[in-house]
């Protein structure tokens, strides 16, 4: 079975900026916590940050967290895909750059000794930085994203708390990178269904669907998109 990997540029960039209102840090002059971060689904662990806020997802299979300050914030997202080899991820990354039809300046770097992909971009006067890389078959991105006239500011603390970033080895079976999919695709409709975009909301529940026809959510889900649509063509 195929399963698509669609790294959906909104949400992520969604997640990076939700956790932003009514945060209260004291900020100790240190880069980086005492503590490192371990991922509870067994995907990654890092060093985040000294003083940031970690917002974690204990509902979602996927490795998923994020990491914020006043507005600026490090998201982590893992998710299972159905290939292993980099050039294949590759790939999937340009046509989402062609996709967004926003330059990015994707390029191949080394990210912690290990082959990865490097994007820069702005979106609605935001800097958003990314990395892609594969280990086995699960992708892991990380974005760092901040307002253009702060990106600076914490790029320092940022790249120091990646440093210690380790992908932890794990190859997941079918079932798990349909479940990864699957919560990709609930997430994804739910997001567009609040958001009113009710056709983006419908083409990711049925792309879910057609991995698992039966899923109660997904099938909830496109119930709701079309008594939605029919109240608005009212």
């Not at 991105?141 to 080895?169: C, H, W």
Request: charged share 25%; hydrophobic share 40%.
């Amino acid at each position: 079975m195929k399963f698509k990997h669609f790294l959906s540029l909104l949400p992520i960039f969604m997640m990076a900026l939700v956790f932003s209102a009514g945060c209260a840090e004291t900020d100790s002059g240190e880069l980086l916590a005492t503590d490192a971060y371990v991922d509870p689904n067994g995907f990654f662990s890092l060093t985040p940050p000294a003083g940031w806020r970690i917002q974690d997802y204990p509902d979602d299979p996927r490795g998923k967290v994020n990491f914020e300050r006043s507005g600026i914030s490090l998201a982590i997202l893992t998710n299972g895909v159905d290939y292993s080899d980099f050039s294949s991820l590759e790939t999937e990354i340009s046509a989402i750059d062609r996709r967004l039809g926003v330059p990015s300046g994707l390029k191949r770097f080394e990210f912690n000794g290990m082959p990865a992909l490097e994007r820069d971009l702005v979106i609605q006067g935001s800097r958003i930085w990314m990395i892609d890389f594969l280990i086995g078959n699960v992708s892991h991105n990380i974005m760092y994203t901040a307002p253009r006239s702060r990106f600076g500011t914490e790029l320092d603390r940022v790249k120091a708390s990646l440093s210690t970033y380790q992908p932890l080895t794990r190859e997941m079976t079918e079932e798990e990178v349909l479940e990864h999919y699957l919560a990709k695709a609930r997430r994804l409709g739910r997001l567009f269904i609040d958001m009113g975009r009710y056709e983006e909301a419908d083409f990711h529940v049925g792309d879910g669907l057609e991995h698992h026809d039966s899923d109660p959510v997904l099938l909830e889900l496109r119930a709701e998109i079309e008594e939605r649509r029919g109240i608005a063509r009212r």
